[in-house]
């Protein structure tokens, strides 16, 4: 849990919400494929509109965009966060190359949002993610 007023909360916040107002909104982006990591499938993405809010949100940030890569050079939709291990991890690794470069549509995103992602434990793990909201 997140501790009402904390201050790295209270940055990211401010500098989301200052990125933002900079910023030319809704944006549309072409999904493009899929990719993998240690802990998620998701669909690459690339902006079709002129799209500079991630170098403002980068310049926002200020010493809290360490984790800001500028340019960007990937966008992605999580679609599947994993709880626990993976039962046959190289037919995933196989599936999702074979889609690598796959056109799936696009998809428009009105406003960013900061959200956190929560594990949930139980007889269906999953993740859930949950907008953070200044207390």
């Not at 500079?52 to 990937?74: H, M, V």
């Not at 991890?89 to 799936?104: F, G």
């Amino acid at each position: 849990m997140i501790p009402p007023g904390d201050p790295t909360l209270t940055r990211y916040q401010s500098a989301l919400h200052r990125a933002t107002k900079a910023s030319t909104w809704p944006v549309r982006f072409q999904v493009t494929g899929l990719t993998l990591t240690p802990g998620t499938v998701m669909a690459c993405a690339k902006p079709l509109d002129p799209f500079l809010f991630s170098s403002r949100l980068t310049t926002e940030l200020g010493p809290d965009a360490w984790y800001e890569p500028e340019p960007r050079d990937i966008w992605y939709l999580n679609l599947l966060h994993f709880t626990t291990d993976i039962a046959k991890p190289d037919e995933l690794i196989d599936w999702v190359a074979a889609r690598r470069h796959l056109a799936v549509g696009t998809t428009t995103i009105a406003v960013p949002e900061l959200v956190r992602a929560d594990h949930h434990a139980g007889p269906r793990p999953h993740m859930r993610l949950t907008p953070v909201r200044a207390l």
